[in-house]
Every structure is written in structure tokens, then in C-alpha cells.
């Protein structure tokens, strides 16, 4: 069993900052892409940011330069820092993985959180 918990959404202000976390725990033989995918009211879940094992990287365009992604291999741990947040950037944000269990080793499958909330105001 695999379990992706995040942690720090929350309400803030236009041009504020918010830093969220998602960690991995379980049966985890390999982590390979983890990501942040986020799902306003009414529209098509999006991905805004992924980042792979190596440490390569992918944006949305309406993030780049304002929000990064890092992640912490020996902890299974992937952040997502949001800086000069907008209005626009207020949704639902789901972590996901994609991972390879002790129980499959050959086989990978993506994993999600369970979701958080960030509001900004304006």
C-alpha cells in the first residue's frame, strides 16, 4: 500500500506565498515522476508542475516563473513553492506519483493525495 499525504494549502493574500508538501510512504520500491496537479470549481483538472528523479522538470506556462517544484529523494517528499500567487491560482491541489511498490517492482502506477485547498484572495 502506498499513501500520498499533503500538507499546507490554505487561504492567502494576491502576490502572497504558499509552500505545499506531499510525502510518500509504503511499499515503495521506486519513486519516479512526482507532480501537483491542481482542479478549480468547474474545470479539467490541470497539471501545474512535475519534476522527475533526476531532478528535470516541467511547467505550466501560467505558473512558470512563479511557482517551483523540488523534491527530497531520501524522504519521498515533493514541495511546491507558490510565489506571487493570484486569484486564478485558487483551487483543489492533488499530488501524484507515479511509483513502483515492493509488491510490482516491474510494474508503475500513479498514486494521488487526497487533495488540498488553496484560496487567494484579491
Known amino acids: 500500500q502506498v499513501q500520498l499525504v499533503e500538507s499546507g494549502g490554505g487561504l492567502a493574500q494576491a502576490g502572497g506565498s504558499l509552500r505545499l508538501s506531499c510525502a510518500a510512504s509504503?511499499?515503495?520500491?521506486?519513486?519516479?515522476?512526482m507532480g501537483w496537479y491542481r482542479q478549480a470549481p468547474g474545470v479539467q483538472r490541470e497539471l501545474v508542475a512535475s519534476?522527475?528523479?533526476?531532478?528535470?522538470?516541467v511547467y505550466a506556462e501560467s505558473v512558470k516563473g512563479r511557482f517551483a517544484i523540488t523534491r527530497d529523494n531520501a524522504k519521498n517528499t515533493v514541495y511546491l513553492q507558490m510565489n506571487s500567487l493570484k486569484p486564478e491560482d485558487t483551487a483543489v491541489y492533488y499530488c501524484?506519483?507515479?511509483?513502483?511498490?515492493?509488491?510490482?517492482?516491474?510494474?508503475?502506477?500513479?498514486?494521488w493525495g487526497q487533495g488540498t485547498h488553496v484560496t487567494v484572495s484579491s
Open positions: 509504503g511499499s515503495i520500491f521506486s519513486l519516479n515522476v
Open positions: 501524484n506519483a507515479n511509483i513502483r511498490t515492493y509488491l510490482s517492482p516491474l510494474r508503475s502506477d500513479d498514486y
Open positions: 519534476i522527475r528523479s533526476n531532478g528535470v522538470t
